[in-house]
C-alpha cells in the first residue's frame, strides 16, 4: 500500500521539480502562480513524475536525456491533464499550456511512437496515484 512506501517530500523552491535521487518534489508557492489551478496542475505533473521512482513504478532507470527525458516530459503532461481533469480544474488551465502543446504535437508528428509510448506511461502513472491515495494525501 502507500503507507508502506517511501513517502514523498514537498518542498519549497524557485522552480518545480521533481529530484529522483531525494524523491522529493520542489514547487514554488502558491502566491507565484496566476491561480490555485495553475499551481494545482504544476504539482500533478512533478507528482507524475514522481511514480518513475524505483519503489513505485521503476519508469525512471536510465537518467533522464534526450527522447527519454522528451517523453517523460510528455508523460509528465498527460498525466497531469488526467488529474486536472478529475479535480475539474482542466478548462481552466489547459489555454496556459497551448505553447507546451504546439511543441509536443511538432515532435509527435515527427515520430507518433512518442505520444503511444507517453500515453501508456501517462496511464500507468495516472492509475498509480489513484490506487495508492497519493494525490489526497499530497493536495
Same mark, same amino acid.
Do not use: C
Given at each position: 500500500?502507500?503507507?508502506?512506501?517511501?513517502?514523498?517530500?514537498?518542498?519549497?523552491?524557485? *522552480?518545480?521539480?521533481?529530484?529522483?535521487? @531525494?524523491?522529493?518534489?520542489?514547487?514554488?508557492?502558491? #502566491?507565484? &502562480?496566476?491561480?490555485? #489551478?495553475?499551481?494545482?496542475?504544476?504539482?500533478?505533473?512533478?507528482?507524475?513524475?514522481?511514480? $518513475?521512482? *524505483?519503489?513505485?513504478? %521503476?519508469?525512471?532507470?536510465?537518467?533522464? @536525456? $534526450? #527522447?527519454?527525458?522528451?517523453?517523460?516530459?510528455? =508523460? $509528465?503532461?498527460?498525466?497531469?491533464?488526467?488529474?486536472?481533469?478529475?479535480? %475539474?480544474?482542466?478548462?481552466? =488551465? =489547459?489555454? %496556459? *499550456?497551448? /505553447?507546451?502543446?504546439?511543441?509536443?504535437?511538432?515532435?509527435?508528428?515527427? %515520430?507518433?511512437?512518442?505520444?503511444?509510448?507517453?500515453?501508456?506511461?501517462?496511464? @500507468? /502513472?495516472?492509475? &498509480?496515484?489513484?490506487?495508492?491515495?497519493?494525490?489526497? #494525501?499530497?493536495?
Amino acid at each position: 500500500s502507500y503507507y508502506e512506501m517511501p513517502k514523498l517530500d514537498i518542498k519549497p523552491s524557485y *522552480n518545480p521539480v521533481y529530484n529522483i535521487t @531525494k524523491d522529493t518534489i520542489r514547487m514554488p508557492p502558491l #502566491e507565484q &502562480f496566476e491561480s490555485s #489551478e495553475e499551481y494545482y496542475a504544476t504539482l500533478f505533473h512533478e507528482l507524475i513524475h514522481s511514480t $518513475g521512482h *524505483n519503489t513505485r513504478l %521503476n519508469r525512471l532507470t536510465g537518467g533522464r @536525456k $534526450g #527522447e527519454e527525458k522528451a517523453i517523460e516530459e510528455l =508523460v $509528465g503532461e498527460i498525466g497531469s491533464a488526467y488529474l486536472s481533469f478529475d479535480s %475539474n480544474i482542466l478548462d481552466k =488551465v =489547459v489555454d %496556459n *499550456n497551448a /505553447a507546451y502543446i504546439d511543441y509536443w504535437i511538432e515532435r509527435i508528428d515527427k %515520430n507518433p511512437r512518442l505520444f503511444i509510448s507517453a500515453t501508456s506511461k501517462a496511464e @500507468k /502513472a495516472y492509475s &498509480f496515484i489513484q490506487s495508492h491515495s497519493v494525490l489526497k #494525501e499530497a493536495v
